[in-house]
């Protein structure tokens, strides 16, 4: 019997993946087993490691040694890259320089929110080394309009070959919560803590008048300099109903959506986050600032609730206005959730991404029926 074809899916298979990994592995956990020769099996490829940089070489290695396998074998079909900024840039330009010259097709998935910033700051010469690296794939693959519109004006890949693709997740895996079962309000917050991800705006917005901590629970689930965030909590005297949660896996985050009123998200700079797409995905109301691709497919009192980056009385009051208006928070929920099966499914994705591995490649891999993944858990880095 002959053996059946495969595509890689390149990133660091590691929580240092963060959302990129993420994603790559919803992709891996939702296809179907592959049971004739007809459709692709898609692999995971680790690029990155999670040890040292110097480790993340021998991994780099043998990731190109694997590519060379499979190209001698004539079973790879292609190899679909997952690129962040910095690091991730330059490790996946080894990929990408092994593939062009191993003549494997590539599609380039850009998941950077601040690429931008880093190319602009980078020397020419290394400027014109990354438009050089976008001129390679077949294709790239862009969260949305802002992301394209850098693309194709700054690095000067064709219009053609940038092609739009909107991240999806799976259905929750635990039963939402009911109206009126506690009359604590839980408020999440999930992702790295980071002042790029606004926590101590946020802290210092929990701290202003007009919440009432006895009715209140806020949950800081993440990984990032904990014990700084707590001491500063305790500083602004709201520990009394803040938690930090520290690193949270797939699972442990599903539990904390189920139980959430609210998502809140002040980031300075995003790309389109997975976190906001969990909790569409799980009728959460949403608590967030306008910022990467969120403002081109949220909107305002529909969707979501906006708030501006570093705007502390803002966030403040945006986050009131939904845990005191229950006419709004439901709106927001359930706009929000009619947002996530319009367009951001994991069905959805899944099938835009084969569309994409069958243009490309010639070839891709079939998805399970059931998309909750309720069987299978990962370790993900938030």
């Avoid at 993340?56 to 004539?74: D, N, P, Q, T």
């Avoid at 909590?233 to 539990?255: C, P, Y």
Wanted: glycine residues 8%; aromatic residues 8%; charged residues 20%.
């Amino acid at each position: 019997m002959q053996e059946s074809r495969y595509i890689y899916i390149a990133c660091p298979w590691t929580p240092k993946g963060g959302g990129m990994f993420k994603v790559a592995d919803y992709l891996i956990q939702s296809q179907a087993p592959l049971t004739t020769t007809e459709g692709a099996d898609l692999r995971p490829l680790d690029t990155r490691g999670g040890f040292s940089a110097l480790y993340s070489l021998a991994v780099l290695a043998r990731a190109v040694a694997k590519l060379v396998g499979g190209r001698l074998s004539g079973r790879l079909a292609g190899v679909h890259i997952n690129m962040a900024e910095r690091l991730s840039l330059f490790r996946k330009g080894v990929i990408l320089l092994a593939c062009r010259a191993l003549g494997l097709p590539v599609v380039l998935h850009l998941h950077a929110a601040q690429l931008h910033h880093f190319y602009r700051d980078l020397p020419a010469p290394l400027q014109g080394l990354i438009r050089w690296l976008f001129s390679l794939p077949a294709s790239c693959l862009v969260l949305g309009q802002a992301a394209g519109r850098f693309v194709t004006e700054e690095l000067r890949v064709p219009a053609e070959r940038v092609e739009i693709l909107s991240n999806g997740v799976p259905e929750p895996t635990h039963a939402r919560r009911q109206p009126g079962e506690s009359t604590v309000q839980r408020v999440l917050f999930v992702g790295n803590l980071s002042e790029r991800k606004g926590v101590s705006d946020l802290l210092q917005a929990l701290a202003l008048p007009g919440f009432d901590p006895t009715q209140l629970e806020v949950t800081f689930a993440g990984g990032g300099d904990v014990a700084s965030y707590e001491a500063k909590a305790r500083q602004l005297g709201i520990d009394n109903f803040v938690r930090f949660a520290g690193w949270s896996d797939q699972q442990q985050v599903a539990q904390l959506m189920a139980m959430a009123d609210v998502l809140v998200l002040p980031s300075y700079d995003e790309g389109l986050p997975l976190v906001i797409l969990e909790a569409l995905a799980n009728g959460v109301a949403v608590v967030c600032s306008p910022v990467g691709e969120i403002p081109s497919v949220m909107t305002d009192d529909v969707n979501a609730c906006f708030v501006a980056p570093g705007d502390v009385a803002g966030i403040a009051k945006g986050l009131q206005r939904v845990l005191q208006q229950p006419l709004l928070r439901l709106a927001l929920e359930r706009n929000g959730r009619a947002l996530y099966e319009e367009s951001f499914s994991l069905t959805r994705f899944f099938s835009s991404v084969a569309k994409i591995h069958q243009r490309h490649f010639g070839i891709a891999a079939q998805q399970l029926k059931d998309s909750t993944l309720s069987g299978r858990k990962c370790a993900c880095d938030f």
